[in-house]
């Protein structure tokens, strides 16, 4: 009985920080990007993002479909990569060249207009381990705020090599890093194969034409 209550009260807990690492109003009142200028911007993205299954050389991982996406979520990675809390050259790289409206933008076309939305159904159940993370990204694995990433139908090897990354420091997250910790391999690999087959999914999206 202790044990359930445990389980029960890690999530519990886990909403209060999330909710707490919120930003402000004045975050949440941000104009929202311009998605036909981030339809311009975003193609060189396509090199990678634009290709079902592409792969990172090393670590060999697919990398992430961002189709669907929350926007908000999308824009902060893009800033994280640039400040380096994100360790990834080619990314820092592309970040870098993109100013803050840009990021905004960029975000916008791939949110697209309808984002990933929650069925209220769940493929399979979600395992022991996934407790915790059921209580920012959702019983079916979409962020319960736009802050949040949807984790549905995302590639599983590329939540593996995040949650890794968060454990080992090259991803460094105050939420993420502190409940990463304790997560063995088989849990994260549990973890990912959950959300990955959760529906309705990210996908990869077409490149737009060329400028």
């Not at 009142?29 to 299954?53: Q, S």
């Amino acid at each position: 009985m202790a044990y359930r209550y445990r389980l029960m009260a890690i999530p519990a807990a886990a909403a209060l920080l999330c909710a707490s690492l919120l930003p402000g109003p004045a975050a949440a009142d941000a104009a929202p990007g311009d998605a036909a200028r981030g339809a311009r911007l975003a193609y060189t993205c396509f090199g990678c993002h634009g290709i079902p299954d592409y792969r990172n050389a090393y670590p060999n991982y697919r990398v992430p479909r961002l189709g669907g996406q929350h926007a908000p979520y999308v824009a902060a990675a893009l800033a994280e990569y640039r400040a380096g809390t994100r360790q990834h050259p080619t990314m820092k790289g592309q970040a870098s060249s993109l100013s803050e409206v840009d990021a905004n933008d960029v975000a916008a076309y791939f949110a697209t207009a309808q984002p990933v939305t929650a069925a209220g159904t769940t493929v399979g159940t979600a395992p022991a381990s996934a407790q915790v993370c059921v209580a920012c990204h959702g019983k079916e694995g979409v962020g319960l705020t736009p802050e949040y990433p949807t984790l549905a139908g995302q590639y599983p090897d590329y939540l593996a090599q995040a949650l890794k990354a968060y454990r080992k420091g090259t991803r460094q997250n105050m939420i993420m890093g502190s409940f990463v910790q304790k997560l063995s391999d088989a849990d994260i690999d549990a973890i990912a194969h959950y959300f990955a087959a959760q529906q309705p999914a990210l996908w990869v999206p077409r490149a737009p034409r060329a400028p």
